[in-house]
C-alpha cells in the first residue's frame, strides 16, 4: 500500500468503494491526489466519495465492466501507447487476445455502457500516459458471474500498459474482510492446500500426506455457494460454520433459511448470537480479535502479530484450540486413523507459534516467516521462504508465476438477471462506512448505530421523482425472489434506473432478494445486479 500510494502515477480504482471500505488506504490514496498530484480515475455506477477527488468518473452500467475495460485497451491499441517490449519480453497470446479487443470500438462501448465516448477517450489517454499506474480492485469486479473474467482483463490492461512487476504497478484486489488473504493462503479454498498448492496434483497430495498421515482424496472441494444447495440435494449432510452469518451474507436469504432447517446438523462457533445461530444444533464459543494471539495476512500480503489485550471471556476459546479438540475427539473414536509416523498429525498445540512452525515447514512462501521474526519488528510479505529472505514487497518482477504472462481474449457477457416490464430497475448491494458485513459486531456499537440505524435504500432524484417518493419515506424493493421495506435515501450517488442497498440490518437485507446465479469458475455469487421493482410505501 505505501509502494503505490507512493509511487503510482496514476490510479485507476474499479469495483472498490475504497474510502469506505478500505478507509486507511482510501485516505492514503487522497493524499497522493492532493499532495503529489496523482492522476485518478474511478469507475463506479455510484458516486461514492472517493469520486469527490478523481480527475475522471465513469458511471458505467452495473455488470458491463468487460465491455469498458476493452473499449478502453481498443483505444490503447489503436494510439500505439501499448509496451511493446513488455508485450513482446514477457507475455504470450497478444494476438488473439488484439483480434477480440478490436471488437470494441469505442461507440460500441458507449452503447453496451452508458459511459460516454469522449470519457472512454480520456480515461484512455490518463491511463496510458501516466506511469506507472496502479489498479485497484475489490468485491465490484469480482461478484459477478463474469468475476473470474473481470480479473482477467484487469491483469490484459496492465500488461498491455507494462505496469506490472513495477513500482507503483500492478493490479491490487483489495480482501474484503481482514485475513481473507491469510484464509487463502492457508489454505481456506476448496481446490488448493496451503500456498495454492492444488489437491489435484500428486506432489503435492504425497507432500501433506507424508506430514498429515492422512488427507482427503485429490478431488476438488465444495465451495459455499455449492455446500448450500447440496443440502437440498442430499449432497451435504452437516456443517461447521466458524465466525461466519449465512443467513445475512449468502444470496437469496429465505433459500439460505430452508438449507439450514433441512441439514442434519449443524455446528456454529461464534462470539455472539447470530440470524444463524437460531438453527445451530451445537453452540461452540470463539474469542474475538481481542483475545487473540496470532497472525494476521493483510490485502498487501504482509504477515501481522497481534497479541490478546484480554484473556477470554466465560467460557469461549480459541479458534485453533477448539478445532485441535475436535479432531483429537474424532481420532479417538477411530483409532485406526491415527498415523504412527507423521510429523504433523497429533494437533498438539501449545500456542500459535506451534502452528506457525508447521507452517513454515509446509508452506513455501511462508517458510521464512516467524513469530520471532515478526516480534522483532521486520516487515515481512510472502513470499518468504527463508529465515534469512527479506520478504517480497513487489511480485512478478522479472517474470510470472508461469513464466511469460498469457493475455486472455475475454468478451462482455450480460449479467444473468436483466431489468424487464415487470422488475425495471437495478439493485446493486454492498456495505457502508458505519457498519460490518451482517452486523454482528457494529450493530452492537451504540455510537454506530446512532449514526446509521436503520438500512437505507439510496434512490436517484429522477426515480424518486416519477415514484412521488419524498425523503425519508419507505419504499418496498421487490425482486423474483422476496420483498424488503426501508426508508429511502434520496441521492445522486446512484444513477436514474438503480437503487443500492446493503446487508447490515436483518429486517431489511439486500440479500433477501439477491441470487445465486454464480461464475463458474470461483462460484461466487452475483451480488452486484439484481433486477428489482420499487414501490412507495407510505
Not at 265 to 293: N, W
Not at 349 to 376: C, F, K, Q, V, W
Amino acid at each position: 500500500m505505501d509502494d503505490v500510494s507512493q509511487q503510482a502515477q496514476a490510479f485507476f480504482i474499479i469495483g472498490s468503494n475504497t474510502s469506505e471500505q478500505h478507509p486507511v488506504f482510501g485516505a492514503m490514496l487522497r493524499q497522493a491526489v492532493r499532495q503529489r498530484g496523482a492522476k485518478l480515475i474511478v469507475a463506479d455506477p455510484r458516486k461514492i466519495d472517493i469520486t469527490e477527488f478523481a480527475t475522471l468518473h465513469l458511471r458505467q452500467k452495473p455488470g458491463t465492466d468487460i465491455a469498458l475495460l476493452n473499449g478502453i485497451m481498443y483505444i490503447i491499441l489503436k494510439n500505439g501507447w501499448e509496451d511493446k517490449s513488455f508485450i513482446e519480453e514477457r507475455t504470450e497470446n497478444f494476438d488473439e487476445f488484439k483480434a477480440t479487443v478490436m471488437q470494441y470500438p469505442p461507440e460500441l462501448v458507449a452503447e453496451i455502457t452508458r459511459v460516454p465516448v469522449e470519457k472512454i477517450y480520456e480515461a484512455a489517454e490518463i491511463l496510458a500516459k501516466n506511469s506507472p499506474m496502479a489498479v485497484m480492485w475489490a468485491m465490484g469486479i469480482t461478484q459477478h458471474i463474469v468475476g473470474v473474467r473481470n480479473v482477467m482483463d484487469l491483469a490484459n490492461l496492465q500488461m498491455l500498459l507494462g505496469n506490472m512487476g513495477k513500482p507503483g504497478g500492478g493490479v491490487n484486489p483489495l480482501r474484503g474482510q481482514n485475513n481473507v488473504q491469510g484464509a487463502c493462503d492457508m489454505g481456506g479454498l476448496p481446490d488448493v492446500y496451503t500456498a495454492y498448492q492444488s489437491v489435484t496434483k500428486d506432489e503435492a497430495h504425497d507432500k501433506f500426506e507424508k506430514a498429515w498421515g492422512a488427507t482427503s482424496n485429490t478431488k476438488v472441494g465444495m465451495t459455499v455457494t455449492e455446500m448450500m444447495p447440496g443440502i437440498l440435494e442430499g449432497k451435504t449432510h452437516a456443517l461447521y460454520v466458524l465466525g461466519e452469518d449465512p443467513i445475512m451474507s449468502d444470496p437469496n436469504t429465505q433459500h439460505i433459511r430452508h438449507c439450514f432447517a433441512s441439514v442434519d446438523f449443524l455446528v456454529l462457533q461464534e462470539i455472539f448470537p447470530s440470524e444463524t445461530s437460531a438453527y445451530a444444533d451445537v453452540l461452540l464459543p470463539g474469542v474475538t480479535f481481542a483475545e487473540k494471539t496470532g497472525t494476521f495476512t493483510n490485502t498487501e500480503r504482509r504477515v501481522q502479530m497481534v497479541h490478546k489485550a484480554i484473556d477470554p471471556l466465560g467460557d469461549a476459546r480459541d479458534d485453533w484450540w477448539i478445532t485441535a479438540e475436535l479432531a483429537k475427539r474424532i481420532l479417538l473414536t477411530t483409532p485406526e486413523r491415527i498415523p504412527s509416523e507423521a510429523p504433523f498429525s497429533g494437533w498438539e498445540y501449545a500456542n500459535t507459534s506451534d502452528i506457525m512452525s508447521e507452517i513454515n515447514a509446509l508452506t513455501p512462501s511462508y517458510g521464512g516467516i516467524t513469530h520471532a521474526r515478526l516480534e522483532a519488528g521486520e516487515r515481512l510479505q510472502w513470499p518468504c521462504p527463508t529465515p534469512d529472505h527479506l520478504g517480497t514487497p513487489i511480485l512478478h518482477t522479472k517474470q510470472f508465476t508461469r513464466g511469460k504472462g498469457k493475455f486472455m481474449p475475454i468478451d462482455h457477457v450480460s449479467p444473468a438477471e436483466k431489468p424487464d416490464d415487470e422488475y425495471p430497475m437495478i439493485m446493486s448491494t454492498g456495505r457502508v462506512l458505519y457498519h460490518w458485513h451482517g452486523g454482528q459486531m457494529t450493530r452492537r456499537a451504540e455510537g454506530l448505530m446512532q449514526v446509521y440505524g436503520a438500512a437505507l435504500i439510496e434512490v436517484s432524484p429522477y426515480d424518486a421523482d416519477k415514484l412521488g417518493l419524498a425523503e425519508k419515506q419507505f419504499v418496498r424493493v421487490t425482486s423474483r425472489r422476496g420483498a424488503i421495506e426501508a426508508q429511502a435515501w434520496v441521492t445522486d450517488r446512484v444513477p436514474p434506473g438503480m437503487v443500492y442497498a446493503n446487508f447490515h440490518f436483518p429486517n431489511a437485507s439486500a440479500n433477501e432478494l439477491t441470487q445465486a446465479a454464480l461464475d463458474p469458475v470461483a462460484k461466487i455469487p452475483e451480488y452486484k445486479v439484481t433486477a428489482v421493482k420499487v414501490e412507495l410505501v407510505y
